[in-house]
């Protein structure tokens, strides 16, 4: 996030927002969460509530209410891939885009030789930089967010950059910076990562920003900062403030430099040798040696943060895999560097999952089919009545009767389409039938009787593919993250050359880089 970005209020939003303040069972979950427990009925169970009955974007909408009512940050644990992506949409649509901090998980795999995309590292990065400077909003992660350990949040305030027009910034000081936060010299910036200097001028490409950064100095000041067009080396906005973030989520400090290169070479990294490259690609499998001090995001929150947890059973599993997963890339890797980070110093443990967020004050969205003890487990459990959307069938006449049953069982129905083009055709066919439209890209929409709440999306309506929301990513193919869902048989559809079978992956080495080949 650009400190100098501006969120517009979305009124559609707040007032759909606003309804589960007439759900009985929304404002009793506030108040235990609020107010604390009843210690006969907790007794010797989770501080936390189970709620039943959530379906579609609801369990973001109620996430987003109890943000905005108990005014702390709250952190909000989803499946991960489609589930983490469906819930920031739903989020930043309910909450804002300015109060939702997302966190997600790297889109590689345990020990990969590969960094996650300087994007998604910027992503969270941010976040963390946010946190560290006591932003309050609500904390969207999936497990391995949880479970991975990151540097501390002194170290993370340390290592990103704050740039100002008129401050002093000597560039002898700034280009050491921009060394230690991983990024790289050359004559001129063509990809996230580089710095070039020529003169008075020096140009910084930031992790996480789509254009770079020139930075124009008389003597130690910062005379002007803009952003330009790596291609075309026009400028395209003129700035006050500007943040860089550090390239790799691994802090290194001038001092530690050289103890840290020993530690690498004493476990056979080869890219370390001679300390003149501590950063590269797949650093974060030896992050235990480059910071011996890590820790977790709950680390980064405080000490009453309210835990929300999408599905706790699906997300147990998780955990379970994960692990499983962890353990076999540890032994592979071991195999070649026998002195490389263990599981311990990189990630926490099952039974860390359990004394650290399932002992947290918190409420957990009951997927629908529980595990058996589940009820057991809970100081207490809360059913509300919540249906998903009707089947329309692409029928204007039955979106219409639809609408009008609605209003009769007064319930305020709020339909929200992908673009303000779709919602004007929309209102050009339906006309003034009862319901509020909108612009807004949800998951899916749901009725809530109770709270007298009816939310649709134009996409189930007409029965046709949910737009997304445009972010920075990774181009050019999946990430080994999404690729390791893929089973050896499975049918895939290569870019070049058609339909195949794929056979599973195959480490090689090629030009003294290990790559991972699709078979």
């Known amino acids: 996030m650009n400190p100098n970005d501006v969120y517009l209020r979305d009124p559609i939003a707040e007032r759909i927002l606003a309804h589960a303040d007439q759900c009985p069972e929304a404002m009793d979950l506030l108040g235990t969460l609020r107010d604390g427990w009843d210690r006969a009925d907790a007794a010797g169970k989770r501080p936390r509530v189970a709620v039943k009955g959530l379906t579609g974007s609801s369990r973001a909408w109620l996430a987003a209410w109890l943000h905005a009512r108990l005014e702390r940050p709250v952190l909000y644990v989803v499946p991960h891939g489609e589930g983490y992506e469906s819930a920031r949409d ?53 497990v391995r967010g949880v479970l991975q350990r990151i540097p501390a949040p002194d170290r993370i305030a340390r290592a990103h950059l704050v740039l100002r027009v008129g401050a002093e910034a000597p560039p002898e000081h700034l280009l050491e910076k921009l060394v230690f936060m991983g990024y790289e010299r050359f004559p001129e910036v063509e990809a996230v990562g580089h710095f070039a200097r020529r003169g008075g001028i020096l140009d910084i490409y930031p992790t996480g920003q789509a254009d770079p950064l020139r930075i124009e100095f008389d003597g130690d000041t910062i005379a002007s900062l803009r952003r330009f067009d790596a291609g075309t080396q026009r400028s395209l906005e003129q700035l006050g403030e500007a943040r860089v973030l550090p390239r790799y989520e691994i802090v290194v400090e001038p ?31 030896f992050a235990g040696l480059y910071d011996r001090a890590l820790v977790s995001l709950l680390d980064h929150l405080p000490e009453d943060v309210i835990v929300l947890l999408d599905d706790p059973d699906g997300l147990q599993a998780r955990v379970e895999d994960l692990g499983e997963g962890i353990a076999r890339a540890f032994a592979a890797a071991r195999e070649e560097y026998p002195l490389i980070s263990p599981p311990e110093q990189l990630y926490l443990s099952a039974a860390d999952w359990e004394s650290r967020v399932l002992s947290r004050r918190g409420a957990d969205w009951m997927g629908t089919v529980a595990a058996a003890g589940g009820r057991d487990r809970h100081a207490r459990t809360l059913f509300i009545e919540c249906r998903p959307v009707e089947v329309l069938q692409r029928s204007i006449d039955k979106l219409k009767d639809h609408l009008a049953e609605l209003n009769a069982n007064d319930l305020e129905p709020f ?29 899916s929409g749901f009725t809530l009787p109770s709270a007298a709440l009816a939310v649709l999306t134009d996409h189930e309506i007409f029965s046709r593919y949910r737009r997304r929301r ?24 290569h870019e070049d050359h058609g339909v195949g079978v794929y056979k599973g992956m195959k480490r090689l080495t090629l030009g003294g880089q290990e790559t991972d080949c699709l078979e």
């Open 90 to 142: 739903d989020l930043e649509y309910y909450r804002g885009g300015g109060h939702v901090l997302p966190f997600p998980e790297p889109d590689t795999l345990p020990y990969d030789p590969m960094s996650p995309h300087p994007n998604l590292s910027a992503e969270r990065l941010d976040t963390l930089a946010r946190l560290a400077t006591g932003a309050d909003g609500i904390v969207l992660t999936t």
């Open 255 to 285: 001092a530690e430099a050289a103890d840290i290169a020993q530690r690498l070479r004493d476990a056979g990294d080869e890219k370390a040798q001679g300390g003149a490259n501590l950063f590269h690609e797949g650093m974060e499998r």
């Open 415 to 443: 339909i929200l389409c992908d673009n303000q083009g779709q919602r004007d055709r929309l209102f050009e066919m339906i006309g003034d039938a009862g319901g509020t439209l909108g612009v807004g890209l949800l998951s």
């Open 470 to 493: 445009r972010r920075l990513r990774r181009t050019g193919g999946l990430s080994m993250a999404e690729l390791s869902t893929l089973k050896p048989g499975d049918f895939v559809v």
